[in-house]
């Protein structure tokens, strides 16, 4: 069909037309002098001198065959913005698309474009649309984890651009413009840019690229094809003004009824193109209503802290480019910030970002002085996908600092072997005492169609300190490894891929390690995953673990013991237990678009730590998400989260923790929607006791009385609600306006909902509008 239609245009010159099958990937790009109306429409005469993209290469699940139908993409550009059309072939009513909300193009059928603007390989902002012209854009910095199949992109940053969309007898177009205003790029006269084109097929599950890229190798973005010759691309002024305007009303119970504490702030970004290469961003007071709370975790391992991604506008401008192995820079670290400023760029062959920040005193240690926050980050492009970087962050404020520096490396060798290695330290000064601690990883690996391994050493001292960072498990050395097993099924074969991979995981406490002694836990793991024809998947992961007492848990812990006449005595520390031995499977299965509904479920079952008491446990996790899209502006999801633990003494169940989640949102154009979302968290513990060995009471410190306690441990339960409404416009990004409101709810027995007890109210208003200079 498309082919029937490029013969049909008089203007179409056929040396423009560019087969990825081809390797015809280096695209002398066509600069032309003139302006289209973004209408999704692509019948104006200068779309007949575009450069044609096609010749389409099946990606996922199987790479290296024909896609199964065809796309081509045109682009030019004109003097002051990059233009791209999409004309895509489907199978009449099979298409995907919905007015979806920005950013949760998941469930759609879309198209995503990775523009490397340093073609270094390495760094890309997505721009990604759907049918209808609904984005979803945001970065990708590869690490250089789990070959070109296993990056993924942070859809955190929103960028100002065009996008229309319409579907068609034969399936759909796209028109794209995208201002270069928008866009970071190099400084050179005459550039050439990275580009990867990935189409996403709902209906059959499939991944088709434009580059014939293969999932083994060890970069997707190093594999991108280029668009060649950009030269005088005119950004004029880039100056962006985003003054923002919050309104919040805090309400909670008192003796006198309810009272409210009202606030009315104002604040606002600036954002100057100092040049193509370097942003310079500034911020005073910047907004942290965010417009939707973040989902429930509940913490199965307590010796992981838990993860929450940035969401303020002002801190994911350019947040690529302060990635780094380990996460030692995390914005999130910059709680109340009251000013800040970062440059962003590339000088050379070098990606550059710096961030200083002011807190505020209600983040300091004693509570009275403004912590200051000092970031610096480098990364140097050795070519052929290997790159050598540099961290610095440090924290300061009375009596307190923190300096954490490092080095990074990462190698890629020809035959496909990747080497990566981290080395840092932290400095921390407080109360006259100075602690130097080390951080490393190491990293070895090479992704093969068919075969893969990886071998991986890491630790981080219980000593080591990233005030301006996180890490997820501290006070830890862990040797890791695993080898997969791929195969695939013939074209059209209803299972398209299988993989099999048996792994490890030894882990030491970081003393224990440094001083020669035997390994805390000791796990194995195999794990085995079916892609079948539609979108269907299946993975099965097995486990085989020995968990060793950590005392780390139980500094807090006692016991209670009775002597002959009754004579209380305190057992501390806590004694814990021998070594304990867990197996058991989980299995995730996430089925494709059943009409109007998919599903994904995931559930653990099986033998576990029971980290209350450290004793055996019979587990039960289940997760599981339910999506039902009824018509293309209404949509409901669904999520369950059950963890449960049951004593293997006696059945009896030690916790159990429920929560359920509804998000129901109404599109009712591109710009204005109306969400609702309500959440349950049911957790209950029962009275902690000496499982499996003496079961005697278990005590809990408690610092304020200085003094172990059996109230802390005693059975308890809760039950709470949470409801959010909110009604959002937003245009563009940067000009918004939200309304909304939270309130938390009691529920005196699970699940019943008869005597609800308002616990707080919430209600707040934010206005922005961005002013592009």
């Known amino acids: 069909m498309l082919a029937l239609l490029i013969a049909a245009l008089p203007a179409a010159d056929t040396t423009l037309v560019f087969a990825g099958r081809d390797n015809r990937t280096n695209v002398p790009i066509p600069r032309l002098e003139a302006a289209t109306a973004v209408d999704g429409v692509l019948d104006e005469p200068v779309w007949h001198q575009a450069a044609r993209l096609t010749g389409f290469s099946q990606f996922s699940p199987a790479d290296g065959r024909p896609a199964e ?52 390989g390495h760094q890309a902002l997505v721009f990604g649309v759907n049918p209808l012209g609904v984005q979803q854009d945001g970065t990708l910095a590869e690490q250089g984890r789990g070959g070109a199949g296993g990056e993924r992109a942070d859809l955190s940053p929103d960028f100002v651009y065009d996008s229309r969309g319409r579907l068609t007898d034969a399936g759909f177009e796209i028109e794209i413009r995208i201002p270069f205003k928008t866009l970071r790029y190099q400084k050179a006269t005459t550039q050439t840019w990275g580009i990867h084109v990935i189409r996403r097929v709902q209906a059959s599950g499939q991944e088709d690229s434009w580059v014939p890229a293969q999932r083994a190798a060890p970069s997707f973005l190093g594999q991108s094809g280029a668009l060649v010759g950009l030269t005088d691309l005119r950004r004029g002024l880039v100056m962006d003004l985003n003054p923002v305007v919050t309104a919040i009303a805090a309400g909670s119970p008192g003796a006198r009824g309810w009272s409210y504490d009202r606030a009315a702030e104002f604040g606002g970004n600036v954002r100057w193109g100092v040049s193509p290469n370097l942003t310079l961003n500034g911020t005073f007071n910047p907004d942290f209503s965010q417009v939707e709370a973040d989902a429930s975790q509940l913490l199965t391992d307590p010796r992981r802290a838990l993860f929450f991604p940035e969401k303020r506008p002002f801190f994911l401008e350019g947040i690529e480019q302060f990635a780094t192995p380990n996460q030692l820079i ?21 990606t550059v970002a710096s961030l200083f920040a002011l807190d505020g005193r209600e ?54 072997f990747v080497f990566s290695g981290q080395l840092a330290g932290s400095v921390t000064r407080e109360g006259g005492e100075t602690t130097v601690a080390p951080l490393w990883e190491f990293d070895l690996r090479r992704d093969g169609r068919h075969t893969s391994f990886n071998l991986g050493f890491e630790g981080t001292s219980d000593r080591f300190n990233a005030a301006a960072g996180f890490i997820q498990v501290p006070d830890a050395v862990n040797t890791a490894g695993g080898i997969g097993f791929t195969t695939y099924g013939k074209p059209g074969a209803f299972l398209a891929r299988a993989t099999i991979r048996p792994a490890y995981n030894i882990r030491w406490i970081f003393s224990d390690f440094t001083s020669g002694q035997t390994a805390l836990d000791r796990q194995f793991f195999l794990s085995g995953s079916l892609a079948f024809r539609g979108g269907w998947t299946l ?10 007492y950590d005392r780390r848990i139980y500094r807090d812990y006692a016991l209670e013991r009775r002597g002959p006449g009754g004579v209380v005595d305190t057992v501390a520390p806590y004694p814990g237990g021998p070594r304990i031995f867990n197996i058991g499977p989980n299995v995730n299965l996430t089925t494709p678009w059943l009409g109007p509904v998919s599903l994904q479920f995931n559930t653990y079952l099986g033998n576990d730590v029971n980290y209350d008491e450290w004793s055996p446990a019979r587990i039960l996790f289940i997760n599981s998400t339910l999506q039902f899209r009824p018509t293309e502006k209404l949509r409901a999801d669904g999520t369950y989260v059950l963890t449960q633990y049951r004593r293997r003494t006696d059945g009896s169940i030690v916790s159990v923790g429920h929560v359920p989640r509804l998000k129901l949102e109404y599109q009712a154009t591109r710009s204005f929607f109306v969400r609702l979302v309500g959440e349950y968290r049911s957790t209950q513990r029962d009275s902690l006791r000496d499982d499996g060995r003496t079961d005697d009471p278990i005590l809990i410190w408690d610092p304020v009385d200085s003094v172990f306690k059996r109230s802390l441990a005693l059975a308890r339960r809760s039950n709470s609600l949470r409801a959010d409404v909110l009604f959002a416009y937003q245009p563009t990004p940067g000009t918004v306006f939200f309304a909304g409101y939270g309130g938390g709810f009691r529920d005196e027995r699970r699940f019943r909902f008869a005597n609800l007890s308002r616990t707080t109210d919430g209600f707040f208003l934010k206005a922005s509008y961005l002013f592009r200079m």
């Open 539 to 548: 993975s099965v992961f097995n486990w085989v673990e020995w968990f060793g």
């Open 69 to 120: 139908q065809e796309t081509e993409i045109l682009v030019w550009y004109s003097p002051t913005a990059l233009h791209l059309g999409v004309k895509a072939s489907a199978v009449p009513g099979s298409v995907r698309a919905t007015l979806a909300n920005r950013d949760r193009l998941g469930a759609e059928d879309r198209i995503d474009f990775y523009l490397g603007t340093y073609h270094d």
């Open 330 to 350: 995390y914005s999130r670290r910059i709680a109340a910030p009251i000013a800040a400023t970062k440059l962003t760029g590339k000088v050379g062959a070098t």
């Open 363 to 416: 983040t300091s240690r004693g509570g009275r002085a403004h912590p200051v926050f000092a970031v610096g980050r480098a990364l140097k492009n050795l070519g052929g996908g290997s790159r050598a970087g540099a961290v610095f962050t440090s924290r300061t404020e009375p009596g307190f600092s923190n300096q954490v520096g490092g080095v990074d490396v990462r190698l890629v060798s020809k035959s496909g």
